[in-house]
């Protein structure tokens, strides 16, 4: 199937559009199986993240966890890998962040911390993600299946790490200490004039994550080595003939890709829960796949999408306050969907589509 | 100590006997060209079919067949995704993943509401232990006795269901016309395709075996293991097949001692958990839970053998250019 059959407006914008009101509607029918009203879930949803201030600040600080994972996994697609292991990257870049915190929290103030903070989430999550973009890149060890397995090899070694080398002393929770204000990022609703996000932990991230997705741009659209990651992934043979090192393009596009995903861990760990503890990942990482589909593996794409599934998880939450019936592993089945049809079936509805614009146009290609 | 050995090997084929099913399951569809990283989530899907049914019904065959029905259906989407669709199959697998996770915990609260658990079940609704004859009055034998009668009697029946379909799998691949096309079309599909068989139908029917595997993995847990579907049971059981289907190299014989291999470090690390091992101290349980994972990355980083996967694994066919 090849490009160039549809309009752009289409192939960009109203597949995905189709694609999602698809995954919506077979979403709606799953509530009309457990006896709900869909139209009442909708509303609950859409008024429980964007309705009042603190549903805003909610929607907004998932958003930013799915930016991250988004963009990671944007970035490997773009050089055609598939990196699945961003839940592991970002439980890991936790450890970066912890370490920045425990240290410097007692001595410096929060802007002093962030960079250092920033660094040891980005390095830690880079070097977890090092070791499957080598074995890939010089083994030939497929990069999904090794990064499947670091996802769980990192949750045994955080579990580990936790209950019995960083864990609090006397504590029973396996977590460490509770850092002082030298390693917490403001609330924007505090550092934001004239704005309410009430008790909702969205933080000065989520700037960050805008910032990140400015810098994913530039990179992958504005550099020497952007190109090369977009010239691998297009065509790895062609790219290799024209002089680009397979083995480095690889090796870094991963540990971009990890670094970005381990940034996810500032936004849990230093800007919300202001200790490291189990699974604060929960998820996060895989959602990022859908993000970076549903968002094209583009960094607009993906700040929209970051905030639909940012929407998804705090309406979410309000739905399943409201209605109980309607539990949080709705989400889990309405990401499932969107990942299903923006994804898998991605295609499903192309052929018909193409036929539909090749009827339009051929009348136009036999006149002219 | 023999006694001790004989138990934890008896907990070893509990504990391998899904992981085995949920491998040659893999097996199947990725012989035939068709990744499947949902091995999980069609088992969740399984054990909670299962578990439902087999309380609704209170007869552990409806529920294996319950079971089974969703596996299969979960495998249909898999293989209209990635075989009719020609959509990404590792996408297809994280989808499948999240749609069993999701719809099992949500129906079972909206059904039973006991949490996403299911009620525990009946004695009926569960496959019992089965005594092989004889097992009694040869338990006191020395050295034969234990193993006769701990260790091969008194399992239930997709125990040794399990372990039956080893060989089986073996000669459907290997000695049946099915199993060399199945395998051919993993390899190479455009010359099963100029052969006049269909790459699509051959898929398809390896798709389904998978699924009908997978359901029986994920009903063991439920219905023959425990007393129930609680949630998320499977807990990366999985994952760890996939890597055991990585371990053995794709073949059904390897597929078998792979997975008693990571069965056994599941057995083993319960059986340590708070010891003390002479001169060597506490071995964290964290890293026999690891240790199947890291033991397939180094394979796969080819420093034990090297694992080639079928050729055409993950790719979609395209009988012409459109």
């Keep these: ?368 | 100590m023999f006694e001790t050995f004989i138990l934890l090997l008896d907990s070893t084929v509990r504990l391998s006997t899904p992981l085995l099913l949920a491998c040659l399951a893999g097996l199947y569809s990725e012989r035939a060209g068709i990744v499947d990283i949902g091995l999980e989530g069609k088992m969740l899907g399984a054990a909670f079919g299962a578990g439902a049914v087999g309380y609704l019904s209170g007869n552990a065959w409806v529920g294996l067949m319950a079971g089974i029905g969703v596996s299969v259906g979960l495998a249909l989407i898999h293989g209209f995704a990635s075989i009719t669709n020609r959509g990404n199959q590792i996408v297809s697998g994280v989808a499948i993943n999240f749609l069993a996770a999701g719809l099992t915990a949500l129906l079972g609260q909206s059904w039973f509401n006991q949490g996403g658990r299911t009620p525990t079940l009946s004695q009926g609704g569960r496959f019992q232990n089965i005594e092989l004859p004889f097992a009694e009055a040869l338990r006191d034998v020395p050295v034969i006795g234990p193993i006769y009668s701990e260790l091969l009697s008194g399992h239930n029946i997709l125990v040794y269901a399990a372990f039956a379909a080893v060989p089986l799998t073996w000669w459907v691949l290997f000695r049946t016309r099915f199993g060399l096309r199945l395998r051919a079309v993993g390899e190479n599909p455009a010359a099963v395709d100029t052969a006049g068989i269909s790459v699509v139908w051959l898929r398809y029917r390896a798709v389904i075996v998978c699924g009908m595997l997978c359901g029986l993995a994920g009903s063991y847990l439920s219905i023959a293991q425990s007393a129930g579907f609680i949630v998320n049971m499977t807990a990366g059981k999985g994952f760890i097949a996939l890597a055991a289907l990585i371990f053995a190299k794709w073949r059904p014989g390897y597929a078998m001692f792979a997975c008693l291999l990571f069965g056994f470090l599941d057995a083993l690390a319960i059986r340590l958990q708070g010891q003390e091992l002479p001169g060597i101290g506490e071995i964290p349980v964290q890293f026999f839970q690891a240790l199947p994972y890291i033991l397939t990355v180094i394979l796969l980083a080819g420093f034990i053998g090297k694992a080639v996967p079928p050729k055409a694994a993950g790719v979609p066919y395209l009988k012409e250019r459109t």
Excluded: K
């Design chain 1, 1 to 368: 199937m090849s490009t160039g059959q549809l309009p752009r407006w289409v192939d960009l914008g109203l597949i995905p559009l189709i694609n999602l009101v698809a995954a919506f509607f077979v979403s709606g029918l799953v509530v009309i199986l457990i006896g709900e009203s869909p139209v009442e879930a909708v509303q609950v949803l859409i008024w429980g993240s964007l309705g009042f201030g603190e549903g805003i600040g909610f929607t907004l600080f998932y958003a930013t966890n799915f930016i991250f994972t988004g963009l990671a996994v944007a970035v490997a697609f773009h050089a055609g890998l598939f990196n699945i292991g961003g839940e592991g990257q970002a439980y890991i870049g936790g450890l970066g962040v912890a370490a920045a915190c425990l240290l410097l929290d007692h001595i410096v103030p929060w802007w002093v911390t962030m960079p250092f903070a920033v660094a040891g989430a980005a390095l830690m999550g880079a070097a977890w993600a090092f070791i499957p973009g080598y074995l890939q890149a010089t083994r030939g060890s497929h990069v999904v299946i090794t990064t499947i397995m670091f996802n769980f090899i990192a949750a045994s070694l955080m579990v580990y790490l936790l209950v019995n080398v960083i864990g609090e002393a006397g504590s029973m929770q396996p977590e460490t200490r509770t850092f002082v204000e030298g390693g917490r990022l403001p609330f924007l609703t505090d550092i934001i004039p004239g704005v309410d996000f009430g008790t909702a932990p969205v933080n000065f991230s989520l700037i960050l994550a805008l910032l990140a997705c400015i810098g994913v741009w530039l990179l992958i659209w504005r550099t020497r080595l952007g190109y090369e990651i977009r010239s691998y992934g297009a065509n790895p043979d062609a790219a290799v003939y024209a002089g680009i090192n397979p083995v480095r393009t690889i090796v870094i596009t991963m540990m971009i890709s990890g670094g970005l995903a381990g940034m996810m861990a500032i936004n849990e760990v230093m800007g919300s829960q202001h200790r490291l503890l189990i699974e604060f990942v929960t998820g996060y990482g895989f959602v990022g796949i859908a993000v970076a589909l549903m968002g094209r593996a583009h960094p607009v794409g993906i700040v929209l999408a970051a905030i639909l599934f940012g929407m998804l998880y705090q309406g979410g939450a309000e739905l399943s306050f409201e209605i109980p019936a309607i539990t949080r592993d709705m989400i889990v089945v309405i990401q499932g969907l969107v990942i299903l049809f923006a994804g898998a079936l991605e295609y499903m509805f192309r052929p018909t589509l193409v036929r539909l614009f090749a009827s339009r146009r051929a009348p136009a290609a036999a006149a002219g």
